[in-house]
């Protein structure tokens, strides 16, 4: 019985170690996503769109730090232990990167055995219950973990990641010192291999010719639904792109196939041009290895359509004078990760690329390759990238066809329609041909069947038609040295055929690339007027800008209307609708408030038109005389807010300038418009007020063509009838000597009319009788008396009257007798003192 029970636990073990090895095994052969061409395979992969246990950390500029210093203190549910783990800093990659100012990019790729563990065994769980609902409905499910539950997965989406790896991913981004932590994604090329129907280079000039299948079958496309590949070389003065470094960051290249000159290994690396005139020397990034051979077949295929020679053998490449730097980035499954893609970008633009052809992606964000991207185009390098393989999904989901910085280009077959695995969305800036596409077979890759004359093949995809646009971003930088990535942008934009809907559209963007059209469109074609207002035109309230924007038709970036006080350097954007656009305009009205604008001032209004390395500008220069409002707008000549008895006031106000004739007036509220108010051209004029009560009055000004600006008004108030409060005087006191009483007090503060005197009151009580003593108002704050008694206590007070006769509350009365004075309190006190003593006495 007990040897039973051992045996048992021993093949527990071993089945274990088993599900161990297919778990490792299964990533080891595939670290991708997406695959267009594999068969499903029942392993990992299928939910996997990450490698497990690696995490790309951004930290802070200046931080030197590792995640092992931040997570140490890190209470983490999932228990990683992140001992043991391996940091990989980007730009240390064998030591080839050749960096002016340190790193560059602060980023590193950190691999975590623990983490590693944890998340494949997590994700053999998805799998597992994957193929066991296969045939079912449920895609949604729970899986069983001992740290954190039950956690829930996505097994359509292929949005699952695992647990361990979210935690550590939220406690880093929560770190003052980490800009971003993501997961290191996988990647993979966005080709499409269908049926071999095309023989000859149909992209590069279509006559409606039949290209074979192989199969017994042919198609024919329609006449000109090409690049005008032709034509464009007449046009180029470059020789195709001579000496403009194309960095193919893909599979690799075969370096040794007939259409690139037939080189070594050796060849490519001295940096002779004498040796190997199509290579500069290029890097695996994959493999970490100096030889960047094509081990799959996507990157030869690519580079052959950007620069296969024209030697009067295969193909020619659009570029075909270009010379083509071989960065590998991919495995031989034409699948990787964030992390060696993005540094094949930074070795690439460190190694001297001026364009860089991008054939591959990924579904999902990546702030990692986002920032190896801008570093291409901060350094003035130009990504030409696919839009990608979904079928008509939006481009702006995968990376890097949605990042700002490269120029995303969808596919289209030999009709000149959208190819049915192409991408679309606002995101795409041209379409170039990318179904059916001969070029370059790598050696010993590929499927014989899409073979083409052994050499060469036919391959489909948006990974074709990116190289179509990369090629001819280096004609336009050969042709235009200087250009920058934008300007590049532009340039293609401004000669594609507009295909679709007039103008860009969602479909095809600015159109299907034209070479002949890129090598002769000009900026000179642009036309760029102001039509109103005229040139020093009198301006006095808020007016339209009239303009046009015309030719130039993709090739414009965009156009903005400004304005600036003359003689300042500071253009103001105007802000109103139709202000400004991203193509040509054949009329707009862009609506300029003048509010703040500087009356009898000059301002410059100025169209500016972005295009290529140009500013185009149109300028008009106007006075403006603006409305003000009123100047010492008065109701009497005296203070507004003082009432009066009669309802009649005489209105009265200065002109800020000589070019007014009258005004309009409101009684009531603001604002006035067109028909409201009344018109006056006296000055000044008389208004009845319609109550009792406090009214505003407005006032507008009219200039001599009739013109106003509501928004510029006067305000008085018509106060008729209105009997104000008035402060009582206060800190009244009494001093007794000899008989005589002095009184002093603090003056009463003014209110809607001033104080003009005071009323003293006199009684035996602590009650305000009403009758002053006084025979005439007390000017000054004090005031004495004689009129007392002996042994009797008196009550005084004062009141503040003001200039229409009205009275103030009496102030604190204040206690005396002609022995003592005393303050009312003190008076109180001093009577219950008298009667304890009496009480005292009798007991």
């Known amino acids: 019985m007990k040897l039973k029970k051992n045996w048992m636990i021993f093949m527990l073990l071993i089945s274990v170690a088993l599900s161990g090895v297919f778990i490792f095994e299964a990533k080891a052969r595939n670290v991708g996503i997406f695959s267009v061409n594999s068969e499903a395979k029942a392993n990992t992969e299928e939910v996997l769109r990450y490698a497990p246990g690696e995490i790309i950390v951004k930290h802070k500029e200046g931080y030197d730090g590792s995640i092992e210093d931040i997570l140490k203190s890190k209470k983490l549910q999932g228990r990683v232990l992140i001992e043991g783990l391996r940091r990989e800093r980007l730009g240390e990659i064998s030591g080839k990167f050749k960096r002016e100012n340190g790193d560059i990019i602060n980023a590193s ?28 409905n449920g895609r949604r499910i729970f899986i069983r973990t001992e740290e954190f539950g039950e956690v829930e997965a996505d097994l359509d989406e292929k949005k699952t990641v695992d647990p361990y790896t979210n935690e550590l991913l939220l406690a880093l981004n929560k770190d003052e010192n980490v800009e971003y932590a993501q997961i290191n994604h996988s990647v993979e090329t966005f080709f499409s291999s269908t049926d071999p129907y095309y023989s000859l280079s149909w992209a590069l000039e279509n006559t409606g010719q039949s290209y074979p299948a192989g199969t017994g079958r042919n198609y024919a496309g329609r006449n000109d639904a090409d690049i005008d590949a032709y034509e464009g070389w007449i046009s180029d003065k470059s020789n195709g792109a001579e000496g403009i470094i194309v960095a193919v960051i893909d599979t690799g290249i075969d370096y040794t196939h007939e259409d690139f000159g037939v080189c070594s290994l050796a060849e490519v690396n001295d940096g002779d041009s004498r040796t190997c005139p199509k290579f500069v020397p290029g890097y695996d990034l994959y493999n970490k290895d100096s030889n960047p051979m094509d081990d799959n077949g996507h990157g030869t295929h690519c580079a052959g359509i950007i620069g296969a020679l024209n030697n009067e053998k295969g193909i020619a490449g659009v570029a075909y004078n270009s010379v083509l730097m071989p960065v590998k980035g991919m495995g031989n499954d034409g699948k990787s990760t964030d992390w060696n893609l993005a540094n094949a970008v930074v070795w690439a633009v460190d190694n001297g690329a001026d364009i860089l052809s991008v054939s591959w992606g990924v579904e999902a964000d990546s702030e990692f390759l986002e920032t190896a991207f801008k570093y291409a185009h901060d350094k003035g390098v130009v990504s030409a990238a696919a839009a990608g393989n979904g079928h008509g999904k939006d481009a702006l989901l995968f990376t890097p066809a949605k990042f700002e910085t490269v120029i995303t280009v969808g596919a289209t077959d030999s009709f000149d329609n959208l ?18 596409i001969l070029s370059l077979r790598a050696h010993n890759t590929g499927d014989s069947n899409y073979a083409y004359n052994g050499n060469y093949m036919v391959g489909s995809g948006t990974s074709m038609a990116a190289p179509h646009a990369a090629a001819a971003a280096a004609l336009v930088l050969a042709n235009n040295l200087g250009y920058s990535p934008e300007d590049v942008r532009t340039k293609l934009r401004a000669g594609a055929d507009d295909l679709g809907a007039a103008g860009k559209d969602d479909v095809y963007g600015a159109g299907r690339l034209n070479l002949a059209n890129i090598l002769k469109t000009s900026e000179e074609k642009i036309s760029v007027k102001i039509k109103g207002p005229g040139d020093n035109e009198i301006l006095s309230r808020p007016f339209f800008v009239i303009g046009s924007v015309g030719g130039g038709k993709g090739f414009i970036e965009n156009w903005q209307v400004y304005y600036k006080r003359q003689n300042s350097d500071v253009l103001i954007k105007a802000e109103g609708a139709n202000c400004s656009g991203s193509d040509s305009e054949n009329i707009f009205s862009c609506r300029i408030d003048t509010n703040g604008w500087e009356h009898t001032s000059q301002y410059d209004i100025e169209l500016i038109v972005k295009a290529g390395n140009r500013s185009i500008v149109d300028k008009r220069t106007v006075m403006f005389m603006g409305i003000e409002a009123p100047l010492n707008l008065t109701a009497n000549g005296a203070n507004p807010s003082i009432p009066q008895e009669c309802p009649e006031f005489i209105i009265n106000w200065k002109y800020p300038a000589s070019y007014y004739r009258g005004a309009r007036y409101k009684l009531g509220s603001a604002p006035l418009y067109d028909d409201d108010g009344i018109a006056t051209t006296t000055k000044p004029f008389t208004i009845k007020a319609a109550q009792r009560g406090s009214q505003d009055l407005f006032v507008w000004l009219e200039n001599f063509r009739g013109e106003k600006d509501f928004k510029n008004y006067g305000k008085v108030a018509l106060n008729y009838g209105i009997n104000p409060e008035v402060a009582a005087p206060s800190g009244l006191s009494a001093v007794i000597e000899d008989g005589i ?19 003293i009151y006199k009684s035996f009580s602590k009650e305000f009788n009403g009758v002053p003593i006084n025979e005439s108002l007390i000017k000054e704050a004090k005031y004495e008396t004689k009129n007392i008694d002996n042994a009797t206590a008196y009550y005084f007070t004062v009141q503040a009257v003001d200039l229409r006769g009205n009275k103030s509350e009496p102030s604190f009365p204040v206690a005396i007798s002609n022995d003592s004075v005393n303050t009312f309190r003190d008076l109180i006190i001093e009577r219950l003192r008298e009667r304890w003593e009496r009480w005292r006495e009798t007991h």
């Open 419 to 436: 190819a049915p695995f192409s991408n679309k969305g606002s995101k795409i800036d041209i379409v170039a041909p990318g179904a059916y």
């Open 109 to 136: 790729k950190y691999e975590i055995p623990d983490l590693k563990f944890k998340a494949k065994k997590f994700l053999h769980k998805v799998e597992t219950e994957r193929q066991r609902r296969r045939y079912g």
């Open 741 to 759: 009483v002095a009184l002093s007090w603090e003056p009463s503060a003014r209110g809607v009319y001033p104080i003009i005197g005071y009323n």
